[in-house]
Structure formats: C-alpha cells, structure tokens
C-alpha cells in the first residue's frame, strides 16, 4: 500500500500476557519510529531504527518491550508482561530520509492495546 | 527544560468563524517546528514545518506563522471537515528522539 500499515488495530490483553505489534513503512523508507501515544496526550518516543539497525531504544519504558526490524523494513513492537499502564496507541511513523534531519514523518494509523 | 504548550485545549467554532490555535515552546537549540492533524482512531498526518521567525506556511484554509516563542495556526472559514485535534511539535538537537509534541487543541467546527 502507500502508506505506512499497522496490525492489529485493537487489542485487548489480559496482564501479563505478552503482546506483538506488527509496523510495514511506507516502501524504501530508511527511518522507522515507533511512538506511544496515552489519551489526550501527544506521541512520545520510544525507539528509532535506520534501516534494520537499531540506533536509538532511549524511549523504551523499561526492559519489557523490545523492537526489531531485521530486514530493514517490517518492524515489530514486542510488549512481554504486559501492565495496566501500558495501555495506549502505539504508533509507527517513517521517512525517507534519516533521523534528525526531518520532522515530517508519516504515520500509521495505530494500535490501540488494551490491558485489563 | 523543553516545554511546548498549547492552547486552548478545546475550541469549538461555527462554520465560518475563523480563529487560531497557540503553540508555544520553551526550547533551546530549534531547529524547525510541525503542525500535525490528527483524526479520531487515525495517525498524525503532517501539515507543515516551519524553520526560522517570520516564516509563514499556506494550505487551503490553513496558515501557520512561527515567532521566535511561538506558532499559530490561523483557520479562516473553517467547514465542519476541519475538526481534528490539531498537533504542533518541535525539533530540537539532532539525533532520532529529538522531536516533542503538544498534547493538541481539539477542534470542533459547527455546521
């Protein structure tokens, strides 16, 4: 498609169980971002890849969610454990170019999780 | 401490009556400023950027102007498609996490 694509939309979790967030960039970005946005807040960083390298995770909450990217281009949000307060839109974004240079990205349309 | 502020939070407007939304910021070292449109159950979508003081950007009914403490998004005549929560974010130093968004003023425009 031509705009970046999330999966799933919703998703209701039960705590502690471990959830899988599934981003695909708009094709031949070099730059993904994944972003997690609380009610009636702006997005907030959490981790930033180039490529398939992972350059920057400073906005991960804590060691319970991790993100990969291994060919470059469809990136994964894993949440293990999950808990109440990770309830939220996670959003995936991408550019063209690299990280830094633009603040113009393009964003997915979200998942919304659910812990209960 | 980086700040971005705006306001208001919530703004309802007839259609027609044109009004501006505030986004100020408290940074050191900006490097450009965004306006993002954001639509219920949707990602932002990107609007505009804006670099330096005295810069102003045009789309439809959409004008943004950026101060050296501030930005404004001026809607004039708006229609009722308008309503969104309307985003501004700004870019401070280089690196990836260096973009941070408002919490949004939510617009409501009346028919």
């Known amino acids: 498609g031509a705009g970046v694509s999330q999966s799933p939309r919703y998703k209701v979790a039960k705590r502690g169980q471990d959830v899988a967030l599934r981003c695909d960039p708009i094709?031949?970005?070099?730059?993904l971002f994944w972003y997690q946005q609380a009610l009636g807040q702006g997005p907030e960083f959490l981790t930033y890849?180039?490529?398939?390298?992972?350059?920057?995770k400073s906005g991960l909450p804590s060691d319970r969610f991790f993100a990969e990217r291994p060919e470059g281009s469809v990136s994964t949000l894993k949440i293990q454990r999950t808990q109440q307060e990770d309830s939220a839109v996670y959003l995936c974004?991408?550019?063209?170019?690299?990280?830094?240079?633009?603040?113009?990205?393009?964003f997915g349309e979200g998942s919304r999780l659910t812990v209960l | 401490e980086d700040q971005v502020t705006q306001s208001p939070e919530a703004l309802r407007l007839q259609e027609g009556e044109s009004s501006s939304l505030n986004c100020s910021y408290t940074?050191?070292?900006?490097?450009?400023l965004f306006w993002y449109r954001q639509d219920p159950g949707k990602g932002p979508e990107f609007l505009f950027t804006?670099?330096?003081a005295g810069e102003e950007k045009e789309k439809e009914r959409l004008k943004a102007t950026l101060t050296k403490k501030e930005s404004f998004l001026h809607i004039t005549a708006p229609k009722p498609e308008d309503s969104a929560t309307y985003l501004c974010?700004?870019?401070?130093?280089?690196?990836?996490?260096?973009?941070?968004f408002g919490t949004g003023t939510r617009l409501t425009v009346i028919p």
């Open positions: 974010a700004v870019q401070v130093g280089t690196g990836a996490n260096n973009l941070f």
């Open positions: 974004a991408s550019s063209l170019g690299v990280a830094g240079n633009t603040g113009e990205l393009f």
């Open positions: 890849f180039q490529n398939e390298a992972q350059l920057d």
């Open positions: 940074v050191s070292g900006l490097r450009g």
């Open positions: 094709s031949g970005h070099v730059s």
């Open positions: 804006l670099y330096s």
